[in-house]
Nanobody, 114 residues
Framework: QVRLVESGGGLVQTGGSLRLSCTAS????????MGWYRQAPGEQRELVAV???????NYADSVKGRFTISRDDAKITLYLEMNSLKPEDTAVYYC????????WGQGTQVTVSS
């Protein structure tokens, strides 16, 4: 069973940057479209960034121009570079296949202070 481990979150001020990582236990990225999700307290989990198996990307309007998804197939790691962070970006961030069918990791907390 695939395991996904997210890391890189933390506390940052408005306008700051963070780089999240998601490492998988198996080489799945080349055959699955993967995404970064986030869930704020009391909110539903939302998909904010997608990378297809072929390397194409897509973003939610709320993060477009600020977040960049990438991956390193050799390290079996998916990244989310987050710039110009806003308080509304505060959430637990997860990675998963775009249909959410893989076992969810523990996520990584991102907190943006105003």
């Amino acid at each position: 069973q695939v395991r996904l481990v997210e890391s890189g979150g933390g506390l940052v001020q408005t306008g700051g940057s963070l780089r999240l990582s998601c490492t998988a236990s198996e080489r799945i990225f080349s055959r699955n479209a993967m995404g970064w999700y986030r869930q704020a307290p009391g909110e539903q989990r939302e998909l904010v960034a997608v990378m297809t198996s072929g390397g194409g990307t897509n973003y939610a309007d709320s993060v477009k121009g600020r977040f960049t998804i990438s991956r390193d197939d050799a390290k079996i790691t998916l990244y989310l570079e987050m710039n110009s962070l806003k308080p509304e970006d505060t959430a637990v961030y997860y990675c998963n296949a775009v249909d959410g069918r893989l076992p969810w990791g523990q996520g990584t907390q991102v907190t943006v202070s105003s």
